[in-house]
C-alpha cells in the first residue's frame, strides 16, 4: 500500500486534489474531517475542551462554537496550541484506526489529507512514501477561502500566518500539483492523471 502525504494551505485545493484520488481508488484519509467529527454535537473532544477554555465555547446544539474558537485561536497562539494540545493526539489516534482499515481493505494507496503536515513534519516522516503538495499563490488561497465562506480577508489572512509558507512546504515536497487563478479543474486532473502510476493507482 502506498501512503502519499498530500498537504498544502487553507484554500490550495487539497480536498478538490483528495476527492480526485479517491475517485481513481484511493482509500482517503481526512484530517479535518476528523477533527470535524471530535468537535461535534457529543464530539470525544468537547468535554476536554470545555474544561480547558470554558463551557461557553459549546453551543446551544452542544458542538463546538467554531467561529468564536476561530477568533480565539487565530488571534492568540498559546490558546492555539491549547486546543491542539487536546486535539492532535485524538486525531492521530482515529488517522491509525483508519489507516489500519484501509490495510485490511487491501488498498494499492492511502492519502493522508493533512492540513498541518509540514508543520508536524517529524512525526508524518516515517509515516508516508511522498509528499505531494497542492501548491498556490497565497493571494489566490484568500480569495477562494472568502469565495467559499464568510471569512473576512483579514481573517483568512490570520489564518494564514499560522501555517508553514509555501516555500517551507515546497522544500519538503516529493510532487507538486499547480492550482493557480489559471487552473481549471480540467488542467488539475491532467496533472494528477500523469502522477497516478506513482502513487500505485
Ligand atoms: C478553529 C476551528 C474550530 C475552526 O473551524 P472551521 O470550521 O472554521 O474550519 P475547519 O476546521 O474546516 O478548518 C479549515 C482550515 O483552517 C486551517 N486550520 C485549522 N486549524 C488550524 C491550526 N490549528 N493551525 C493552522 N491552520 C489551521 C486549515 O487549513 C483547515 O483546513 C477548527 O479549525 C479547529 O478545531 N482547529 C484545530 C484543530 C486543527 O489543528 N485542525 C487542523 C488539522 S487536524
Ligand atoms: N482549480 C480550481 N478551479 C476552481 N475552483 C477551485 C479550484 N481549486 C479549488 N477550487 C475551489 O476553491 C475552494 C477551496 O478548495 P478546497 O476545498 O479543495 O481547498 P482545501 O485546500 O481543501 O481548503 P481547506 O484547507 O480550507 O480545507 C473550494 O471551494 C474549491 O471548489
Redesign the pocket.
Same mark, same amino acid.
Given at each position: 500500500m502506498f501512503r502519499l502525504g498530500l498537504t498544502g494551505?487553507?484554500?490550495s485545493g487539497?480536498t478538490t486534489v483528495a476527492q480526485m484520488l479517491a475517485a481513481r481508488g484511493a482509500a482517503v484519509i481526512d484530517?479535518?474531517a476528523?477533527? &470535524?467529527a471530535l468537535?461535534a454535537s457529543h464530539g470525544a473532544a468537547l468535554p476536554a475542551i470545555a474544561a480547558q477554555f470554558g463551557t461557553h465555547v459549546i453551543g446551544p446544539d452542544g458542538a =463546538?462554537n &467554531?467561529?468564536a474558537? &476561530?477568533q480565539m485561536?487565530?488571534a492568540d497562539p498559546a490558546a &492555539?496550541q491549547r486546543?491542539?494540545t487536546i =486535539?492532535?493526539p485524538l486525531?492521530e489516534q482515529a488517522l491509525e484506526e483508519q489507516t489500519r482499515e484501509a490495510a485490511m481493505r487491501s488498498v494499492r494507496c492511502v492519502v493522508f489529507d493533512?492540513?498541518?503536515l509540514i508543520?508536524n513534519f517529524a512525526r508524518w516522516q516515517s509515516r508516508i512514501d511522498a509528499l505531494l503538495i497542492v501548491d498556490c499563490p497565497e493571494e489566490v488561497q484568500i480569495t477562494r477561502v472568502v469565495a467559499r465562506?464568510q471569512l473576512s480577508r483579514e481573517e483568512v489572512m490570520h489564518?494564514l500566518s499560522?501555517?508553514a509558507s509555501r516555500a517551507q512546504r515546497l522544500a519538503m515536497a516529493n510532487f507538486v500539483i499547480t492550482n493557480d487563478a489559471g487552473t481549471t479543474l480540467q488542467a488539475l486532473e491532467k496533472q494528477l492523471e500523469a502522477l497516478l502510476p506513482r502513487f500505485g493507482l
Amino acid at each position: 500500500m502506498f501512503r502519499l502525504g498530500l498537504t498544502g494551505g487553507i484554500g490550495s485545493g487539497k480536498t478538490t486534489v483528495a476527492q480526485m484520488l479517491a475517485a481513481r481508488g484511493a482509500a482517503v484519509i481526512d484530517a479535518d474531517a476528523i477533527s &470535524r467529527a471530535l468537535t461535534a454535537s457529543h464530539g470525544a473532544a468537547l468535554p476536554a475542551i470545555a474544561a480547558q477554555f470554558g463551557t461557553h465555547v459549546i453551543g446551544p446544539d452542544g458542538a =463546538l462554537n &467554531r467561529s468564536a474558537m &476561530r477568533q480565539m485561536i487565530f488571534a492568540d497562539p498559546a490558546a &492555539r496550541q491549547r486546543l491542539e494540545t487536546i =486535539l492532535h493526539p485524538l486525531v492521530e489516534q482515529a488517522l491509525e484506526e483508519q489507516t489500519r482499515e484501509a490495510a485490511m481493505r487491501s488498498v494499492r494507496c492511502v492519502v493522508f489529507d493533512v492540513p498541518l503536515l509540514i508543520e508536524n513534519f517529524a512525526r508524518w516522516q516515517s509515516r508516508i512514501d511522498a509528499l505531494l503538495i497542492v501548491d498556490c499563490p497565497e493571494e489566490v488561497q484568500i480569495t477562494r477561502v472568502v469565495a467559499r465562506s464568510q471569512l473576512s480577508r483579514e481573517e483568512v489572512m490570520h489564518i494564514l500566518s499560522a501555517q508553514a509558507s509555501r516555500a517551507q512546504r515546497l522544500a519538503m515536497a516529493n510532487f507538486v500539483i499547480t492550482n493557480d487563478a489559471g487552473t481549471t479543474l480540467q488542467a488539475l486532473e491532467k496533472q494528477l492523471e500523469a502522477l497516478l502510476p506513482r502513487f500505485g493507482l
